[in-house]
């Protein structure tokens, strides 16, 4: 086949390759070397998974608060009941002791003043915090919703959003890696057979970065239980007549 020719139908191929690139594997391009008289293709495969996330962090925060310093024990001892009900109600729930860490409690004092600077009012607050961090992700979900019967008692509670992460990605490092070699293949002999040449062996190999994200979204990855998680090989193949 002449140089020409063979030009011809590589471009001609070019083509084909577009339409591969819609159904998901990326054909980027193909590079031929007249001194040297060699056909590559490089291409791109792509591997995705599903997965759940496997382990969770939840930090629950409750306030107290008073008219002046004079009301502080007081507060630190209703600030230590609220604590002891939070964590009752979670211990109920099925969480175990060793999931749950109870942090210190904050002080912050906040005075009014008048024009003159003279103290009008003053306003003492203790806030507490307790830290969920569980292999029980489906309850997380479940028990937040529990904290309000603590809230209908009274408990100025700050129930803030867990985080959700995946962490079993090693375990499906090396099946996803084998499937996005095996898809850029495909894409190579689906080009390598509208060229008229047939793929070889590999000429180079780079693995992308893996990249886990909440379903449905572009960016972030710790506000869904649901996960995707995806990598993109790029490989070069020799092409032969």
Do not use: C
Request: aromatic fraction near 8%; proline fraction near 2%.
């Amino acid at each position: 086949m002449s140089t020409t020719a063979r030009t011809e139908v590589l471009g001609a191929a070019l083509l084909v390759a577009a339409g591969i690139a819609a159904a998901g594997w990326f054909v980027g391009r193909t590079l031929y070397n007249s001194q040297v008289a060699i056909n590559v293709a490089e291409v791109k495969g792509l591997a995705e998974r599903r997965v759940e996330a496997d382990r969770a962090f939840w930090k629950i925060q409750y306030t107290v608060t008073g008219a002046d310093r004079d009301a502080l024990p007081r507060l630190y001892e209703q600030s230590e009941a609220d604590q002891k009900k939070i964590v009752a109600l979670l211990l109920e729930s099925g969480f175990q002791e060793n999931e749950l860490s109870p942090g210190v409690i904050d002080f912050s004092n906040e005075e009014f003043r008048d024009e003159n600077q003279k103290v009008v009012d003053s306003k003492v607050q203790l806030t507490g915090s307790i830290d969920v961090e569980t292999q029980k992700v489906r309850k997380v979900a479940e028990v937040r919703a529990k904290l309000n019967t603590l809230v209908a008692q009274g408990l100025a509670i700050t129930n803030n959003a867990p985080a959700y992460h995946f962490t079993g990605l090693n375990d499906i490092k090396p099946e996803m890696v084998k499937e996005a070699t095996k898809n850029a293949r495909i894409a190579a002999n689906e080009f390598a057979e509208n060229a008229g040449v047939e793929v070889g062996g590999i000429k180079s190999a780079q693995q992308g970065g893996f990249l886990i994200r909440d379903v449905g979204e572009e960016y972030g990855d710790t506000k869904s239980i649901e996960k995707e998680v995806r990598v993109v090989t790029t490989i070069t193949f020799y092409l032969t007549d």
